[in-house]
């Protein structure tokens, strides 16, 4: 699907046209449907069949060109919206878009960016099962009709470094975990850093076994698929020996809980467990394709958390790759149990300029924000304030948490340094954090708690069924704004 920008719609034969409530059509919009549709649209404006509320439209059948159908919509009232109402409104135009190959849009130029990035969330359909809908005709061409400008442009070009990286993460997330094993996340590393020249490094469980990282081990080792450390490194133009930015993700292929395993109604949806993994190699594939310069490491912590005779059990003991004991007081509490040793292991390593981890890791952050709020908590709130201004920045909400002493003391073990769940506290997001703060030095770090954001239980108009692709887009605009 390519995207541009244009005042007519030259080729498109579908033309659609959003209206808040109580909006006129614009004189451009009044020429690009022509003069005898915009004299029925007054009439029926003026009869009140159509005053831009939100689920009406008005569809137009021209007669000559390639111009098929108009269709005027509704949006209601502008003011008092969500904050992703133009995002959300981009995904529903996508819809509309059913057996259409070219389609032109009007919207105004603020409103381009989230629009379209909703437009490309919307579009994206996890085919692979689908065998009958493969033969069904699709969207070629999107052309936004808006101001164009310099910056425009600029944007359209990493609108389709978006589609692309966006769809490589919701491919390899909705897959099931059947045909989704570490080694086949690992391959999806390999292929990414293969064509894009970057180099790959791939610890498995024996070697994980002698570098000590214990967390990585014990949650996998109950799994036929081993655990891996996956290491990426993307180098272009890096002024330093450092690694820029480091992204660390969690990869755990499958949750069944472990022995302390999930009932129905939590273990349907596990799969997606590996989200933080499949962001860290979609942002690695995007910031190759928009040539973004800088040097960035990427590391995959990946595990299947399994049922088996030689399952870590509640009560086992581990060693974490810098020495900490954690005593796995929860076998479902595994997410942080790979972290650990990722994040101690890239510190000390690779010493980069600052970490971002992300992760599926708490049930209790969507009872703390929902499904539209990333929870994020760091150890350095200035480069916190950097992380929720590139949030903002590209429309990917998220809400700080805190991560105060008593989230620590809770994580403390009575005959170890660490317990990997606690019951007294509750706040399961900020213990959880404060956890991981065990393993983070002095390097500035913020941790995307993304257990409410990554799957969409209910569909909206940017994700129809699946994995939502969030966060790629902050971690980008990270990598941009470090160099
Ligand atoms: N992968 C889950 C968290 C999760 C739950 C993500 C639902 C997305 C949707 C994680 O490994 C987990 O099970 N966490 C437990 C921790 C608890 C045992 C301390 C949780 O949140 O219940
Ligand atoms: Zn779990
Ligand atoms: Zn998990």
């Not at 595994?334 to 101690?344: F, I, Q, T, Y």
């Not at 956890?435 to 500035?444: A, I, N, S, Y």
């Not at 969409?456 to 902050?474: H, I, Q, S």
């Amino acid at each position: 699907m390519k995207f541009s920008i244009d005042s007519k719609a030259p080729k498109a034969e579908l033309l659609l046209i959003s209206l808040f409530k109580g909006e006129d059509l614009s004189s451009a919009q009044q020429a690009l449907i022509g003069k005898d549709f915009a004299k029925a649209f007054a009439a029926r404006r003026k009869a009140k069949d159509f005053e831009g509320e939100k689920g009406q439209s008005l569809t137009f059948y021209p007669e000559k060109g390639s111009l098929k159908k108009i269709i005027v919509l509704g949006r209601g009232d502008k003011e008092g919206d969500i904050p992703q109402a133009n995002e959300y409104w981009g995904g529903t135009l996508s819809s509309l878009c059913k057996g259409v190959k070219n389609v032109a849009i009007t919207l105004p130029e603020e409103e381009l960016e989230e629009q379209a990035y909703g437009f490309v969330l919307g579009s994206y359909e996890f085919m692979r099962y689908k065998k009958e809908d493969k033969k069904a005709p699709k969207l070629e061409s999107v052309t936004f009709l808006t101001k164009d400008s310099k910056k425009a442009q600029a944007f359209l070009k990493k609108l389709a470094v978006f589609q692309e990286s966006s769809a490589t993460l919701r491919d390899l997330t909705n897959m099931p975990a059947g045909e989704m094993s570490t080694k086949d996340l690992e391959d999806a590393a390999r292929k990414v850093c293969k064509t894009h020249k970057m180099k790959l490094t791939v610890f498995d469980e024996k070697k994980l076994r002698k570098m000590g990282c214990g967390g990585l081990v014990g949650v996998g080792q109950g799994a036929t698929h081993g655990p891996r450390m996956v290491l990426m490194e993307y180098k272009f133009k890096a002024k330093s020996k450092q690694p820029n930015l480091a992204f660390i993700g969690k990869g755990i292929v499958f949750d069944t809980g472990g022995l302390n395993i999930k009932p129905t109604n939590y273990i349907e949806t596990m799969k997606h467990d590996m989200c933080g993994a499949a962001t860290v190699i979609a942002t690695m594939e995007a910031l190759a394709l928009n040539k973004v310069p800088g040097y960035f490491l990427g590391v995959l912590c990946c595990a299947e958390n399994a049922v088996s005779d030689r399952s870590i059990h509640p009560g086992d003991v581990l060693t974490a790759y810098n020495g900490k004991t954690i005593e796995v007081t929860n076998t479902d509490a595994e997410g942080r149990l790979v972290l650990a040793d990722g994040l101690s292991y890239t510190e000390k390593n690779f010493k980069p300029k600052a970490m971002l981890d992300v992760a599926t890791l708490t049930g209790a952050v969507s009872v703390a924000l929902g499904p539209h709020l990333t929870g994020v908590l760091g150890n350095d709130q200035a480069f916190m304030d950097e992380v929720l201004a590139a949030s903002r920045a590209t429309h990917e909400l998220a809400w700080q948490l805190p991560l105060d002493a008593v989230f620590t003391k809770a994580m403390k073990g009575s005959f170890t340094d660490l317990v990997n769940s606690q019951n007294t506290l509750r706040a399961g997001t900020s213990t959880a954090g404060a956890f991981l703060k065990e393993f983070v030095g002095k390097t500035p770090w913020v941790h995307f708690d993304i257990g409410g954001t990554a799957w969409a239980d209910r569909p909206t108009p940017t994700t129809k069924y699946g994995t939502t692709a969030v966060v790629l887009r902050t971690f980008v605009e990270m990598a941009e704004r470090s160099y």
